[in-house]
């Protein structure tokens, strides 16, 4: 079955610096990438997502990039805000359409 | 529009005891998913309901976990005889059965076993 897993597990940044968030996964059936944020008390949200016939995709301050050959996608957080510290969590939607998540990344953004 | 909805948001409960744990989705989505979260952990899989098809059970930790979705809606998360080590957040989550559409979480149950 379909294995994700996410670099690092913890990031600490200065607020306004990037962010870089890098996942790999093992399944070439896997088509269909998320990305979720997790703050404390709270349910992941969606924040960006990516199928597989796309390479990158833009929305502000997020992108996410993928790269099929080599089965890895990062999410990237430009000019970071104290309010995006978070867990972040990179998923893969495997062929029996089910979504394998990483284990998460916990992104402190310093003021 | 509403989101996906868990009750109750805690709950504590005695070594031994039956826990239910209820999620009603999104209203329109087929398919329905149930999480793990341990404490400072990641997201285990435990059950998967799609449809009028038979649930994908094989998260499910031990016969002590047992799920059930009534008319394709509300479903509920059921653990027998809990123990000390069933003590996390339960999420669920809900989405379209289509190709690549994301899941809607709730913002789960948190579990504590004594």
């Known amino acids: 079955g379909e294995n994700v897993e996410q670099h690092p597990s913890t990031l600490s940044v200065q607020e306004g610096d990037s962010a870089v968030i890098k996942c790999t996964y093992s399944d070439s059936a896997s088509n269909y990438f998320p990305w979720y944020k997790q703050e404390l008390g709270k349910g992941p949200q969606l924040i960006i997502d990516i199928r597989s016939n796309v390479g990158e995709k833009k929305d502000q301050r997020i992108a996410v990039t993928l790269n099929k050959t080599a089965k890895h996608f990062s999410l990237h957080i430009t000019e970071t805000q104290p309010e995006d510290s978070a867990v972040y969590f990179c998923a893969a939607l495997d062929y029996g359409q089910n979504f394998v998540f990483g284990p998460g990344t916990r992104l402190s953004v310093l003021p | 529009g509403a989101g996906v909805s868990q009750s109750p948001s805690n709950k504590v409960t005695e070594k031994g005891k039956d826990v239910e744990l209820r999620c009603d989705p999104i209203?329109?989505?087929?398919?329905l998913y149930w999480y793990r979260q341990s404490l400072g952990q990641g997201l285990e899989f435990l059950i998967y309901?799609?449809?009028?098809?038979?649930?994908?059970k094989s998260g499910l930790p031990s016969d002590r976990f047992s799920a059930e979705r009534t008319g394709g809606s509300v479903s509920t998360l059921t653990i027998q005889r809990t123990q000390q080590e069933d003590s996390a957040v339960y999420l669920c989550?809900?989405?379209?059965?289509?190709?690549?559409?994301?899941?809607?979480f709730g913002n789960g149950t948190r579990l504590t076993v004594t």
């Open positions: 989550a809900s989405n379209y059965e289509t190709v690549n559409s994301p899941l809607h």
């Open positions: 309901f799609q449809g009028n098809s038979a649930p994908d």
């Open positions: 209203s329109g989505h087929t398919a």
